[in-house]
């Protein structure tokens, strides 16, 4: 008398598909890669983003969002001002789209549109913002800075307030002969 091998079959089909759905739900034991480790891979430098990314998310099509702690400002060769969202279309050699990271200029902030590095890789890296294309050294952005909360005025970080003097009811007169 012959066995019937379909519920063998079946039971080992169940096994198998059970055991991909697992693997497909349970997370890798290395998680997804930081957006430190993401830019090099688009040859781009690891220190465009400061410290303090709580979280990011890529879609296939390039587009992403990276969330920060809090907004905050980094000292490169210029004042960068990081929103606490920052989006953009992510391609191999350029960020484009790109919203929540400004630039102070003189007094006033402009936003940062695009960032570009040459391809074959060079010692430079372009800001474009607005219609103006800023040549950067690219190796100011090679490490991951620290994100501040540091007062800005005049073009400059201050790392304190300015104080002024206490103002006085007497002042002494200064005698000219």
């Given at each position: 008398?012959?066995?019937?091998?379909?519920?063998?079959?079946?039971?080992?089909?169940?096994?198998?598909l059970?055991?991909?759905?697992?693997?497909?739900?349970?997370?890798?034991?290395?998680?997804?890669?930081?957006?430190?480790?993401?830019?090099p891979k688009?040859g781009?430098?690891?220190?465009?983003?400061?410290?303090?990314?709580e979280?990011?998310s890529?879609?296939?099509?390039?587009?992403?969002?990276?969330?920060?702690?809090?907004?905050?400002?980094?000292?490169?060769?210029?004042?960068?001002?990081?929103?606490?969202?920052?989006?953009?279309?992510?391609?191999y050699?350029?960020?484009s789209?790109?919203?929540?990271?400004?630039?102070?200029?003189?007094?006033?902030?402009?936003?940062v549109?695009?960032?570009k590095v040459d391809?074959?890789p060079?010692?430079?890296?372009?800001f474009?913002?607005?219609?103006?294309?800023?040549?950067?050294?690219?190796?100011?952005?090679?490490?991951?800075?620290?994100?501040?909360?540091?007062?800005?005025?005049?073009?400059?970080?201050?790392?304190?307030?300015?104080?002024?003097?206490t103002?006085?009811d007497?002042?002494?007169?200064?005698?000219?002969?």
């Amino acid at each position: 008398m012959a066995s019937n091998p379909k519920p063998h079959l079946l039971l080992l089909l169940l096994l198998s598909l059970s055991t991909l759905s697992l693997s497909l739900i349970s997370p890798s034991p290395y998680g997804p890669p930081s957006v430190y480790d993401l830019l090099p891979k688009f040859g781009l430098p690891s220190g465009l983003l400061p410290d303090s990314v709580e979280s990011y998310s890529l879609s296939e099509d390039g587009s992403f969002v990276v969330e920060l702690r809090e907004d905050c400002y980094i000292q490169f060769d210029y004042i960068m001002y990081y929103d606490k969202e920052i989006t953009g279309m992510l391609k191999y050699g350029s960020i484009s789209d790109l919203r929540g990271i400004q630039v102070q200029r003189f007094f006033l902030w402009f936003d940062v549109d695009e960032i570009k590095v040459d391809l074959p890789p060079s010692d430079s890296i372009y800001f474009q913002v607005g219609f103006i294309n800023k040549k950067l050294d690219v190796d100011q952005f090679k490490t991951v800075h620290s994100c501040s909360k540091m007062k800005v005025s005049c073009g400059r970080l201050w790392n304190r307030t300015v104080e002024l003097p206490t103002p006085v009811d007497d002042i002494e007169m200064l005698m000219t002969e």
